[in-house]
């Protein structure tokens, strides 16, 4: 059978890819590489069935093959995957493309934000300012992990650390003002008032 192309490339994919660069490894010895070198923080490697799922797609790809089946009487059979030239030529054109170019990839967040004023004003203050709260938080555990564990390995090694620092410290200004003007009624509406311009638009 020959090789299925795959269509569009996933950040775990291009993950699993790019940790195979450094040598054979079975599905765990990936998840388990994944989460100690906290790229969990931007693949999605919750639940191992997709895991299982991306390897089988990179190995149907012709992307990376099997090289053994280690068997051990303390675990299970485990597969051990190596990159193919087809996989590591693959991963470097993934990562430029990720890197050059920029997605609109949908998040929850805006989309929420966009149906925000079916709070009412006040609820939506109430809400803002627990995300806020939220988002102070996790830039905390950000800036500790940032002097601390990460601290002592090469900068080009924790980017993706840096890239979400700013990105939070940058939703936290963002959302800092917006509750602000909620409270001062700078930013305001009503029912009647969206429903009135709901119906201007509406056809004849």
């Known amino acids: ?21 450094v040598g054979p490894l079975h599905p765990y010895g990936l998840q388990r590489l994944i989460k100690l070198w906290g790229k969990d923080q931007v693949v999605n490697v919750g639940q191992r069935a997709n895991l299982y799922k991306t390897i089988k797609r990179l190995h149907d790809a012709g992307l990376i093959e099997v090289l053994q089946t280690e068997r051990d009487t303390q675990f299970p059979e485990r597969t051990v995957y190596g990159l193919t030239d087809a996989g590591r030529e693959a991963a470097q054109a993934w990562l430029v493309d990720m890197l ?32 806020a ?11 500790g992990e940032l002097a601390g564990v990460l601290a002592g390995l090469p900068r080009v090694t924790r980017l993706e650390s840096e890239y979400l620092h700013a ?36 056809p004849e």
């Open 1 to 21: 059978m020959p090789p299925i192309p795959i269509s569009r490339p996933s950040p775990l994919a291009l993950t699993v890819l790019s940790l195979l660069n």
């Open 100 to 131: 050059a170019t920029p997605r609109n990839e949908f998040p929850a967040f805006p989309a929420a934000l966009s149906f925000v004023m079916l709070l009412g004003p006040e609820r939506a203050t109430t809400v803002l300012e627990g995300r």
């Open 133 to 143: 709260a939220l988002v102070r938080a996790q830039l905390a555990q950000m800036d």
């Open 167 to 202: 990105l939070a410290a940058a939703e936290l200004q963002w959302l800092e003002g917006i509750v602000d003007d909620l409270r001062s009624g700078a930013l305001t509406w009503s029912y009647e008032q969206l429903s009135a311009m709901a119906q201007s638009y509406l």
